[in-house]
Antibody, heavy 121, light 110 residues
Framework: QLQLQESGPGLVKPSETLSLTCTVS??????????WGWIRQPPGKGLEWIGS???????FYNPSLKSRVTISVDTSKNQFSLNLSSVTAADTALYYC?????????????WGQGILVTVSS | QSALTQPASVSGSPGQSITISCTGT?????????VSWYQQRPGKAPKLMIY???KRPSGVSNRFSGSKSGNTASLTISGLQAEDEADYYC??????????FGGGTKLTVL
């Protein structure tokens, strides 16, 4: 059974870089059939797609965040990571990672449990 | 990028049917059959309920169904149950290798 788990700091200072890692278990991140995505949800608000990455390293980003986002993959560790630079309070959110099936279709399943990241000095 | 448009809230009594709409444009909902729906209960991660407009993943009740007409997709829940009370989000592929979520709909079971 595929499972995903987010990890990283729960508190980041304004103007710094938010860094999170998603560890995949119960399956290989190297499958060419899937990519791997990050989605966030500000407190009390809706979902926002951040970006997705294939195990080959090909990345796709939300245009509104593209200038600040880097997603990378480490197949040896079965992990993929999110870096979001120059954060502000508006980046405070619950960050989810998920398997993203995006070839002739588009859906996310399963999702990690999420990690709350607060941007504050 | 602008989100897909969903009603902020819908409600229904147990046993009834409700429908949640998700309106986009010809660049997303209307242009691709790649609409998915997610259920999010309080304090939980979203759960995939419908993909490719109308397909149900294994394990999802057949009380949940999806459809699309033009630029609007819909999620219908029949035989409403108390456990269906949650937030529901639609998502669609959008041209240029991006995708977008709807703003979410809070379903209240009266």
């Amino acid at each position: 059974q595929l499972q995903l788990q987010e990890s990283g700091p729960g508190l980041v200072k304004p103007s710094e870089t938010l860094s999170l890692t998603c560890t995949v278990s119960g399956g290989s991140i190297s499958s060419s059939s899937y990519c791997w995505g990050w989605i966030r949800q500000p407190p009390g608000k809706g979902l926002e797609w951040i970006g997705s990455i294939y195990s080959t390293g090909s990345t796709f980003y939300n245009p509104s965040l593209k200038s600040r986002v880097t997603i990378s993959v480490d197949t040896s560790k079965n992990q993929f990571s999110l870096n979001l630079s120059s954060v502000t309070a508006a980046d405070t959110a619950l960050y989810y990672c998920a398997r993203h099936v995006w070839s002739g279709t588009s859906w996310f399943d399963p999702w990690g449990q999420g990690i709350l990241v607060t941007v504050s000095s | 990028q602008s989100a897909l448009t969903q009603p902020a809230s819908v409600s229904g009594s147990p046993g009834q049917s409700i429908t949640i709409s998700c309106t986009g444009t010809s660049s997303d909902v209307g242009g691709y059959n790649y609409v998915s729906w997610y259920q999010q209960r309080p304090g939980k991660a979203p759960k995939l309920m419908i993909y490719d407009v109308s397909k149900r993943p294994s394990g999802v009740s057949n009380r949940f169904s999806g459809s699309k007409s033009g630029n609007t997709a819909s999620l219908t829940i029949s035989g409403l149950q108390a456990e269906d009370e949650a937030d529901y989000y639609c998502s669609s592929h959008r041209g240029s290798s991006t995708l977008v979520f709807g703003g979410g709909t809070k379903l209240t079971v009266l």
